[in-house]
């Protein structure tokens, strides 16, 4: 990062230089200008001359304000810079240091449950005699059985075929017995999936950890014995799942083929019902899915909660939660699906707006100078409407020290989370200000300090920068009366 800043405070004052001629061509022009006042009115000259020699020492302590703001503001530039540069190499770097989430935006398919079945299928062709002759004189009929082709499929149970003779007619008999599957519907679904979001340090993408668990039932509605088959597939984009378990009826499973899922075979009473578990843990980002089925399915009882400690929308045309029930703060939410005796083809699809990491860093870098100068600004009126002694020297002092907190801030989200390295930053900048100037400015300070907080809230941003500029009126407001009826404050 030093060499990336380096590089930014190199370019940076090769933008200041650049502007070196320009302004000392201005230079030039208003020396020009005072000479030829000086010989037009000499007198006038004078009498200018010497208000500015009595007011420079006065002056030059307000210029180093405006220097102290200057310099803030090329350091927090150059953070920026550096910030995002190390962002984004690290985020195109082949390799890393750290772990990153192996899971993305993950979609549960609900599982599906059928009865097993058998049924054969008889297919004969009959054939002239003539057929039959030229057959037995070329070896027999059994050459002709490649022609008829062969089935295929794992539900091919069963497979005789064969020529019979009858009369002068040759008949040809296939009979197939296939596994065919007939649905059962659920009786009940009862699905939690618990998100804990973790925003990681050094600037890697946020990500949630997953629980997921979930009950369901099936009864077997033939009035005798019967083969029935539960297919639970297994979660996309979820990446590595751990504490897979899928327990039927009270004992534990382990599939071996996981081509179509974790799938369990069994036989079953008539009208017994099967009870399952299914659990596992993953990693995810951005959204989190289940869906109901591809075409409109019935659901008979189904229940489906998420607990989030982030704020969620739900994508357009799928099912909105039945319930809501949200933290004080607004950061956690219970989200709730009951749906009982429905037929639908809509899912359930749950978003988590994240904003881009680096772009939210980059409004972060560019509001700081912004910040800095309303300070300045601030804390001028603020010694203003309270009739209080603002020196420049404590002030530029207070400049430097919240431009130097920012860019620590900047700083500590290659090691910390993003709020917390941005909390701290604007907490250790407000420290040295108040040190610097006094706790009478601690009001103008803070307000001007907690700009830079206000684009990490997530998409409100105008609304937080509209309410804190509404405080800052009401206070300004309200001092400047209790400066009318105080005259004597300093």
């Keep these: 990062?030093?060499?990336?800043?380096?590089?930014?405070?190199?370019?940076?004052?090769?933008?200041?230089?650049?502007?070196?001629?320009?302004?000392?061509?201005?230079?030039?022009?208003?020396?020009l200008a005072l000479i030829l006042v000086g010989l037009l009115d000499r007198e006038r000259f004078r009498a200018g001359l010497n208000w500015v020699g009595a007011r420079l020492p006065l002056l030059g302590r307000w210029a180093l304000v405006a220097l102290a703001v200057g310099a803030g503001a090329l350091a927090l530039n150059v953070t920026r810079r550096a910030v995002d540069a190390r962002l984004g190499a690290q985020q195109s770097a082949r390799y890393a240091n750290a772990a990153d989430p192996d899971g993305g935006q993950t979609t549960q398919q609900a599982p599906r449950a059928s009865l097993l079945t058998t049924t054969t299928y008889t297919r004969s062709i009959e054939l002239p005699d003539e057929i039959y002759t030229v057959l037995q004189i070329n070896g027999g009929w059994e050459k002709l059985l490649p022609y008829f082709g062969n089935p295929t499929g794992v539900t091919v149970q069963d497979l005789q075929e064969g020529f019979t003779r009858r009369g002068d007619t040759l008949t040809y008999t296939r009979d197939v017995t296939l596994q065919t599957e007939q649905p059962v519907n659920l009786d009940?679904?009862?699905?939690?999936?618990?998100?804990?979001?973790?925003?990681?340090?050094?600037?890697?993408?946020?990500?949630?950890?997953?629980?997921?668990?979930?009950?369901?039932?099936?009864t077997n509605p033939q009035a005798e014995a019967a083969t029935l088959r539960f297919a639970f597939p297994l979660p996309d984009g979820s990446g590595t799942l751990s504490g897979f378990k899928l327990t039927v009826n009270g004992q534990a499973f382990r599939?071996?083929?996981?081509?179509?899922?974790?799938?369990?075979?069994?036989?079953?009473?008539?009208?017994?019902?099967?009870r399952v578990n299914v659990t596992y843990r993953h990693q995810g980002a951005k959204g989190w899915s289940y869906l109901l089925g591809q075409r409109r399915e019935s659901v008979k009882n189904f229940d489906l909660t998420i607990n989030a400690d982030r704020p969620a929308k739900f994508q357009r045309y799928t099912l909105f939660p039945t319930s809501q029930t949200r933290s004080a703060l607004g950061t956690a939410q219970v989200l709730r699906w009951q749906l009982q005796d429905v037929i639908t083809a809509q899912d359930v699809a749950v978003v988590f707006t994240q904003g881009s990491l680096r772009e939210t860093l980059d409004k972060l870098g560019l509001v700081g100078p912004l910040a800095v100068l309303l300070a300045a600004l601030l804390c001028g009126a603020w010694a203003g409407s309270r009739r209080l002694k603002l020196l420049p020297l404590p002030l530029?002092?207070?400049?430097?020290?919240?431009?130097?907190?920012?860019?620590?801030?900047?700083v500590l989200t290659f090691y910390l989370p993003v709020?917390?390295?941005?909390?701290?930053?604007?907490?250790?900048?407000?420290?040295?200000?108040?040190?610097?100037?006094?706790?009478?400015?601690?009001?103008?300070?803070?307000?001007?300090?907690?700009?830079?907080?206000?684009?990490?809230?997530?998409?409100?941003?105008?609304?937080?920068?509209?309410?804190?500029?509404?405080?800052?009126?009401?206070?300004?407001?309200r001092n400047r009366e209790v400066g009318r009826a105080v005259p004597g404050v300093r």
């Design 1 to 31: 990062m030093v060499h990336t800043a380096l590089n930014a405070l190199l370019d940076a004052l090769s933008s200041v230089l650049a502007l070196a001629r320009p302004l000392a061509l201005v230079a030039a022009g208003l020396l």
């Design 188 to 218: 009940t679904s009862k699905v939690t999936a618990d998100l804990k979001f973790v925003d990681p340090a050094g600037g890697r993408g946020t990500y949630y950890n997953a629980v997921f668990n979930a009950d369901y039932t099936f």
């Design 255 to 274: 599939a071996s083929d996981l081509a179509g899922g974790s799938i369990w075979t069994g036989e079953v009473a008539a009208g017994q019902t099967v």
């Design 396 to 410: 530029a002092g207070a400049v430097l020290g919240l431009s130097l907190g920012l860019v620590l801030g900047g």
């Design 419 to 477: 709020l917390l390295a941005q909390l701290l930053g604007v907490l250790a900048g407000l420290a040295l200000a108040i040190t610097a100037l006094g706790r009478r400015y601690l009001v103008p300070l803070a307000l001007a300090a907690v700009i830079p907080l206000v684009f990490l809230s997530g998409g409100h941003a105008s609304l937080l920068l509209v309410l804190l500029a509404g405080v800052t009126l009401v206070l300004f407001l």
